[in-house]
């Protein structure tokens, strides 16, 4: 069996992205590794990547999007391995915070290609990003654009900005990764950047260069782009009347994968509509993709600890955690399950597939359909790339996995797995009391 009972490969995946988790003589493989060779060698939970499909996604929205700066969103996976994979590819970094522009100078990326979004920029990550000269400020408000004001003028340089626009549209996916519409902190109302855009003039260090949007996470169509980019030409027009100098439109990221099934759509559908809209505005284009690149390339193995029935429940408890993938959590996230060895002529069973936190929310999915699976038998979590590991935690005090990146026959520990020793290191310095 391949991915393919998932996601039927053939005319359909040229235009999609994919990745490299194949089965194989009913064996789930990275690449060309089997997947359970990765499991014994460096135990599990564990993460594992597909530089090949990191690379192909990339490389699909580069394609598509010619002549557009890509500014990968760090958040997403900002493992430094990760992060130099996509700089080697000339990937530029979106970041939102000192950390993460901390990490794309750690691998001595190209910061004239790094944009710094976030509504909470603290003066000393301002200083920071401009003495590292980053490309632009995404900008959330005035009082962000006075701060960045000042630190410039005391350190004698003209900082560059994007002005964040919220155009209230709705991009139709889960509340929380909703983030243009008026009742969410991101940007500015189009009101409200009318008068940000006739006043920038007050601030005598800053230049705004860009108006930027991000609406968004998973987000299948393109209409909600094309509502919000219409919301924002009119400001174009009148930055460019008030003197501003815009260079670029950046249309933030969120274009969505596959959990399920069809649901991504190809990043030609989205250029097609974009970008004769862009060229007509005689503007260069960024986009911040994050899910879109790495989403897909990345998996969870995890072991199964035992299984349990409580009256009508089956659970599979893994050890494998919401401190481990959060989303299903956080987000009632649907992320696809199969063991990693396929058995031939086993009955399928409607299991709760939960993991070992103290928490109810402590699941992967609910009354899922699954192939009968036993105690110490392995799972994969597919399309666990992206806000995956960026998002563990400590909580119960367990141990953050191990990630590990394949390319080809090549397998190579990029992250180790926590020790006992890693969770109090932090502690065990402090003032006595
Ligand atoms: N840009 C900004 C400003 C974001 O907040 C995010 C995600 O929250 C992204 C880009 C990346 O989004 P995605 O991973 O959906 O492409």
Same mark, same amino acid.
């Given at each position: 069996?391949?991915?393919?009972?998932?996601?039927?490969?053939?005319?359909?995946?040229?235009?999609?992205?994919?990745?490299?988790?194949?089965?194989?003589?009913?064996?789930?493989?990275?690449?060309?590794?089997?997947?359970?060779?990765?499991?014994?060698?460096?135990?599990?939970?564990?993460?594992?990547?597909?530089?090949?499909?990191?690379?192909?996604?990339?490389?699909?929205?580069?394609?598509?999007?010619?002549?557009?700066?890509?500014?990968?969103?760090?958040?997403?996976?900002?493992?430094?391995?990760?992060?130099?994979?996509?700089?080697?590819?000339?990937?530029?970094?979106?970041?939102?915070?000192? /950390?993460?522009?901390? =990490?794309? #100078?750690? @691998? $001595?990326?190209?910061?004239?290609?790094?944009?710094? !979004?976030?509504?909470? +920029?603290?003066?000393?990550?301002?200083?920071?990003?401009?003495?590292?000269?980053?490309?632009?400020?995404?900008?959330?408000?005035?009082?962000?654009?006075?701060?960045?004001?000042?630190?410039?003028?005391?350190?004698?340089?003209?900082?560059?900005?994007?002005?964040?626009?919220?155009?209230?549209?709705?991009?139709?996916?889960?509340?929380?990764?909703?983030?243009?519409?008026?009742?969410?902190?991101?940007?500015?109302?189009?009101?409200?950047?009318?008068?940000?855009?006739?006043?920038?003039?007050?601030?005598?260090?800053?230049?705004?260069?860009?108006?930027?949007?991000?609406?968004?996470?998973?987000?299948?169509?393109?209409?909600?782009?094309?509502?919000?980019?219409?919301?924002?030409?009119?400001?174009?027009?009148?930055?460019?009347?008030? /003197?501003?100098?815009? =260079?670029? #439109?950046? @249309? $933030?990221?969120?274009?969505?994968?596959?959990?399920? !099934?069809?649901?991504? +759509?190809?990043?030609?559908?989205?250029?097609?509509?974009?970008?004769?809209?862009?060229?007509?505005?005689?503007?260069?284009?960024?986009?911040?993709?994050?899910?879109?690149?790495?989403?897909?390339?990345?998996?969870?193995?995890?072991?199964?600890?035992?299984?349990?029935?409580?009256?009508?429940?089956?659970?599979?408890?893994?050890?494998?955690?919401?401190?481990?993938?959060?989303?299903?959590?956080?987000?009632?996230?649907?992320?696809?399950?199969?063991?990693?060895?396929?058995?031939?002529?086993?009955?399928?069973?409607?299991?709760?597939?939960?993991?070992?936190?103290?928490?109810?929310?402590?699941?992967?999915?609910?009354?899922?359909?699954?192939?009968?699976?036993?105690?110490?038998?392995?799972?994969?979590?597919?399309?666990?790339?992206?806000?995956?590991?960026?998002?563990?935690?400590?909580?119960?005090?367990?141990?953050?996995?191990?990630?590990?990146?394949?390319?080809?026959?090549?397998?190579?520990?990029?992250?180790?797995?926590?020790?006992?020793?890693?969770?109090?290191?932090?502690?065990?310095?402090?003032?006595?009391?």
């Amino acid at each position: 069996m391949s991915i393919g009972v998932f996601f039927p490969l053939g005319l359909y995946s040229v235009f999609l992205i994919m990745d490299y988790f194949r089965y194989r003589n009913k064996e789930l493989y990275c690449e060309q590794i089997q997947v359970k060779t990765l499991a014994k060698l460096y135990q599990t939970p564990l993460y594992i990547y597909s530089a090949r499909s990191i690379r192909e996604h990339y490389h699909r929205l580069k394609n598509a999007f010619p002549q557009t700066l890509i500014c990968y969103s760090v958040k997403a996976n900002s493992n430094l391995s990760i992060c130099r994979l996509l700089s080697d590819l000339k990937c530029g970094f979106d970041v939102v915070s000192a /950390g993460e522009l901390y =990490r794309v #100078l750690k @691998i $001595g990326a190209d910061t004239s290609k790094t944009v710094f !979004a976030g509504v909470g +920029k603290t003066r000393e990550e301002i200083v920071y990003a401009l003495k590292n000269e980053i490309l632009l400020f995404n900008t959330e408000s005035i009082d962000e654009i006075e701060t960045i004001n000042q630190c410039a003028k005391a350190l004698k340089k003209i900082a560059c900005i994007g002005l964040r626009i919220n155009p209230d549209v709705s991009a139709h996916t889960h509340r929380y990764i909703t983030t243009a519409t008026d009742e969410t902190k991101f940007g500015v109302s189009i009101n409200e950047a009318k008068i940000i855009i006739k006043n920038i003039h007050h601030f005598p260090a800053i230049r705004l260069v860009a108006l930027q949007m991000h609406i968004g996470s998973q987000i299948t169509s393109v209409l909600p782009y094309l509502k919000a980019i219409r919301k924002i030409v009119p400001l174009i027009w009148i930055a460019r009347k008030e /003197g501003h100098f815009l =260079r670029y #439109l950046d @249309i $933030g990221g969120g274009f969505g994968i596959y959990y399920k !099934a069809r649901e991504a +759509k190809p990043a030609s559908k989205f250029a097609e509509k974009v970008l004769p809209i862009i060229k007509k505005l005689g503007l260069s284009l960024i986009i911040e993709p994050g899910r879109f690149i790495v989403g897909n390339a990345g998996i969870i193995v995890t072991k199964i600890i035992r299984t349990k029935q409580i009256a009508s429940r089956y659970f599979i408890i893994c050890d494998a955690g919401m401190n481990t993938l959060i989303r299903p959590a956080l987000y009632d996230a649907y992320h696809k399950i199969a063991p990693i060895s396929i058995r031939q002529r086993v009955k399928k069973i409607r299991a709760d597939i939960v993991g070992p936190i103290c928490e109810s929310a402590d699941f992967f999915a609910i009354n899922r359909l699954i192939q009968d699976v036993n105690k110490n038998e392995y799972l994969s979590l597919f399309s666990a790339g992206a806000y995956g590991y960026s998002m563990t935690s400590n909580y119960n005090s367990r141990t953050k996995p191990a990630e590990v990146l394949v390319d080809g026959r090549t397998h190579r520990l990029i992250s180790r797995a926590e020790t006992y020793k890693d969770l109090i290191r932090l502690e065990e310095h402090g003032p006595s009391t």
